[in-house]
C-alpha cells in the first residue's frame, strides 16, 4: 500500500517533470525542494497512519475520532514557512479536502493509470511546488472506506460527515492525494 520510490527515480522524475526539455520558462524544481516535500510527505503519513493505527486498536468508533481530529491538526502543524500539507481526493468525506484547481488533474491522472503510480513534483507557480503522492486503499481503510461498513461505524460517518461520498472503495483502489505545497521564498 505504502508506495516507496527511490530516490533517484524520484530526482529523474522531478527532472522530467520540470522541463529538462527546456520549453518550460518558469524555473525549474530543484532536487532539495523535492527531498524536502518528499521527507515532510513521510512524516505526515506516518503519523497518521499511527494515529488511526491506535484508534483502530480501540474500536473503529475511536478511530474516527482520532482520524476526524487529527488529520486537519496535523495538517495545519505541518503548515507553516511557506509549507502547506494535506490530503484531498475525487470521491471525498470531508468537503474541506475539496482538492485546490491545481490537484484536479492530478487526481484524474492518478484515477486513470491505476495502481503504482509513483510520486510527483509540479511547479503551481513561479515561487511555488506541489507535490503529490497517491493514496492506494489497503485492508485497514475497508473499515471506514469499504463496500461493507459496520453499522455504528456507518451512523458515526454519516452523523459527522452528511455528504460523504468515500465508501464502497476495494483494496488497490486509488483513493486520493497526499499532497505539500512548498513557497520557495519560504513565504
Ligand atoms: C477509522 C475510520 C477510517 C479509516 C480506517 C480510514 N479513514 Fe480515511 N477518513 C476517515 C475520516 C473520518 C476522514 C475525514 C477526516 C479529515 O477531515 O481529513 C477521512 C478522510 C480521508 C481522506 C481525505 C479525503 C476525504 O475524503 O476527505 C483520504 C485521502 C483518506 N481518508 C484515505 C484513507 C486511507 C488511504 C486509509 C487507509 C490507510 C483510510 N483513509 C482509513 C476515516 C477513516
Known amino acids: 500500500m505504502m508506495q516507496r520510490q527511490s530516490l533517484a527515480a524520484l530526482l529523474s522524475l522531478a527532472c522530467l517533470l520540470t522541463?529538462?526539455?527546456?520549453?518550460d520558462s518558469s524555473p525549474e524544481i530543484q532536487q532539495e525542494t523535492v527531498l524536502q516535500a518528499s521527507n515532510l510527505a513521510a512524516g505526515f503519513k506516518a503519523t497518521?497512519?499511527?494515529t488511526l493505527m491506535e484508534g483502530l486498536a480501540d474500536g473503529p468508533?475511536?478511530?474516527?475520532?482520532?482520524?476526524?481530529?487529527?488529520?486537519?491538526?496535523?495538517a495545519a502543524e505541518y503548515s507553516r514557512d511557506g509549507i502547506r500539507i494535506g490530503r484531498t481526493a475525487l470521491r471525498l468525506r470531508n468537503p474541506?479536502?475539496?482538492?485546490?484547481?491545481?490537484?484536479?488533474?492530478?487526481?484524474?491522472e492518478y484515477l486513470a493509470a491505476g495502481p503504482g503510480?509513483?510520486?510527483?513534483a509540479v511547479r503551481i507557480d513561479a515561487s511555488t511546488v506541489g507535490y503529490?503522492?497517491?493514496?492506494?486503499?489497503?485492508?485497514?481503510?475497508?473499515?471506514?472506506h469499504g463496500e461493507i461498513i459496520a453499522e455504528e461505524v456507518?451512523?458515526?460517518?454519516?452523523?459527522?460527515?452528511?455528504?460523504d461520498d468515500s465508501v464502497g472503495f476495494r483494496e488497490g483502489d486509488f483513493r486520493g492525494l497526499l499532497w505539500v505545497t512548498i513557497n520557495e521564498d519560504g513565504v
Open 19 to 23: 522541463g529538462c526539455a527546456g520549453q
Open 48 to 50: 497518521l497512519m499511527a
Open 61 to 74: 468508533e475511536q478511530a474516527i475520532g482520532a482520524c476526524a481530529v487529527r488529520a486537519p491538526e496535523l
Open 96 to 108: 474541506a479536502n475539496a482538492p485546490e484547481p491545481w490537484l484536479e488533474p492530478l487526481l484524474e
Open 117 to 120: 503510480a509513483g510520486p510527483q
Open 132 to 144: 503529490v503522492e497517491p493514496l492506494y486503499v489497503g485492508r485497514p481503510c475497508l473499515t471506514c
Open 154 to 163: 456507518r451512523d458515526q460517518i454519516e452523523a459527522a460527515y452528511p455528504e
